[in-house]
């Protein structure tokens, strides 16, 4: 599917291959934010409901008034806007409110927090690099704490201390019977990330395997559970928003 992200889309109910309503469910996983005005020329007042229920904007029957579905997508991309101001508000009151997890008021510290804070706004992987001990895991925390990523998890994995052998289930989970051992399903760090961020540390310590393995989750957003037929999307790894590194 087109991983572009849109403001507001019309749709039918009934298409070749997939129901609107199915294209906004598909939709509304990756980008909850965008709007739909769908329409029917099987129009019911218990159809009309569950549509708004699903997820819709609003409902409009065939045939199509032109003028109210003009007034229809104005008012939604003013309704979308004014969502868009309200979380853009409270992102910056709760900025205000919380404490820095950084602390200095050197001319360097003044300068990598200023870089946190821009970073924080992108829709970039962020790569964090220093010496042992100079606070790269706060950053990326600081990152985190300033995104609209915020209020959703921050997951932590420490590349060095994954045995190769389980690379691959750590981070992306596996099925039940996948291996020996496999009783039940279980989600990676990818999945426990969801919506927010991940932080994978000491990352150059990966074997060139293991970096392969990243690779495609970094630049399509996209893992394979271990024994899963299927791809699944990552909404902490695709842009945007960012994966923290």
């Given at each position: 599917?087109?991983?572009?992200?849109?403001?507001?889309?019309l749709?039918?109910?009934r298409?070749?291959g997939?129901?609107?309503?199915e294209?906004?469910?598909e939709?509304?996983?990756?980008?909850?934010?965008?709007?739909?005005?769908?329409?029917?020329a099987?129009?019911?007042v218990e159809?009309?409901?569950?549509?708004?229920?699903?997820?819709?904007?609003?409902?409009?029957?065939?045939?199509?008034?032109?003028?109210?579905?003009?007034?229809?997508?104005?008012k939604?991309?003013?309704?979308?806007?004014?969502?868009?101001?309200?979380?853009?508000?409270?992102?910056?009151?709760?900025?205000?409110?919380?404490?820095?997890?950084?602390?200095?008021?050197?001319?360097?510290?003044?300068?990598?927090?200023?870089?946190?804070?821009?970073?924080?706004?992108s829709?970039v992987?962020?790569?964090?690099?220093?010496e042992?001990?100079?606070?790269?895991?706060i950053?990326?925390?600081?990152?985190?704490?300033?995104s609209p990523?915020?209020?959703r998890?921050f997951?932590?994995?420490?590349?060095?201390?994954?045995?190769?052998?389980?690379?691959?289930?750590?981070?992306?989970g596996?099925?039940?019977g996948?291996?020996?051992?496999?009783?039940?399903?279980?989600?990676g760090?990818?999945?426990?990330?969801?919506?927010?961020?991940l932080?994978?540390?000491e990352i150059g310590?990966?074997?060139?395997?293991?970096?392969?393995?990243?690779?495609?989750v970094?630049?399509?957003g996209?893992?394979r559970?271990?024994?899963a037929?299927?791809?699944?999307a990552?909404?902490?790894?695709s842009?945007?928003?960012?994966?923290?590194?």
């Amino acid at each position: 599917m087109n991983t572009r992200l849109y403001n507001l889309v019309l749709t039918d109910v009934r298409m070749p291959g997939a129901s609107g309503l199915e294209l906004m469910k598909e939709v509304k996983a990756r980008s909850p934010d965008t709007l739909f005005i769908v329409m029917t020329a099987y129009s019911t007042v218990e159809s009309a409901v569950r549509t708004i229920k699903d997820g819709a904007y609003d409902y409009l029957a065939k045939p199509l008034d032109l003028q109210r579905l003009r007034v229809l997508v104005l008012k939604a991309l003013e309704h979308q806007a004014v969502m868009a101001e309200n979380s853009e508000l409270r992102l910056r009151l709760r900025k205000r409110s919380e404490p820095s997890l950084l602390v200095g008021n050197s001319e360097a510290m003044r300068a990598v927090t200023r870089l946190v804070e821009e970073v924080a706004h992108s829709d970039v992987t962020v790569l964090v690099q220093g010496e042992s001990g100079t606070g790269k895991e706060i950053v990326a925390r600081t990152i985190h704490h300033l995104s609209p990523r915020g209020p959703r998890p921050f997951v932590t994995v420490n590349c060095a201390a994954l045995p190769e052998q389980l690379l691959e289930a750590e981070l992306f989970g596996h099925v039940k019977g996948a291996f020996t051992g496999a009783v039940a399903s279980k989600a990676g760090r990818f999945q426990l990330a969801d919506g927010g961020s991940l932080f994978l540390d000491e990352i150059g310590d990966l074997s060139p395997k293991g970096q392969g393995d990243l690779l495609r989750v970094l630049e399509d957003g996209c893992f394979r559970m271990v024994g899963a037929p299927t791809w699944c999307a990552s909404t902490c790894a695709s842009s945007p928003p960012p994966t923290r590194i």
